[in-house]
């Protein structure tokens, strides 16, 4: 049985970001980041009417499971290190939030498909890695998301 993913585009407000049209990003990102040769799901089906994308269903833990866990890998941190030689090598960077990777039979796979311009300040190196293991930011992030819940 194969299993997929239906993404619905949302349009929330965002102080710090500003959005172009979200559908066309999507498949543009998917395009720039298969050519670069980043390991993701497979995007199958776009409907752009209803801003819908079916996409390849990558089972396994997260990086934020295995952060919660403090179970990360330095294997997993090793090709992180890959993808960021091919990534920084076009001029590109990713989110490296670790609720984007998902690890499937040891592989690491960047689930999402948003990707921007390289900026060294939201490179893995300086923003990204502040989440993939139990540190102050991560831990911050963690009791905002729980006080939001709370209420």
């Not at 965002?14 to 497979?42: A, H, V």
């Not at 941190?77 to 690890?103: H, R, S, W």
């Amino acid at each position: 049985m194969k299993e997929y993913v239906l993404k619905q585009i949302h349009h929330e407000p965002c102080d710090y970001y500003q959005f172009g049209n979200k559908i066309e990003s999507e498949i543009n990102d998917y395009g720039r980041l298969k050519k670069i040769g980043i390991r993701m799901p497979e995007l199958f089906e776009v409907d752009i009417r209803n801003e819908r994308i079916l996409k390849e269903y990558i089972k396994g833990d997260t990086i934020f499971d295995y952060v919660l866990r403090n179970e990360v890998k330095q294997d997993f941190i090793e090709q992180m290190k890959a993808m960021c030689v091919c990534l920084y090598a076009a001029g590109t960077n990713i989110d490296y939030f670790p609720t984007n990777f998902v690890v499937q039979e040891g592989k690491l796979y960047y689930i999402d498909y948003e990707c921007n311009d390289y900026m060294e300040e939201w490179n893995f190196e300086n923003w990204g890695i502040k989440y993939w293991s139990q540190t102050k930011e991560f831990l911050e992030y963690l009791k905002n998301l729980n006080d939001t819940k709370a209420h």
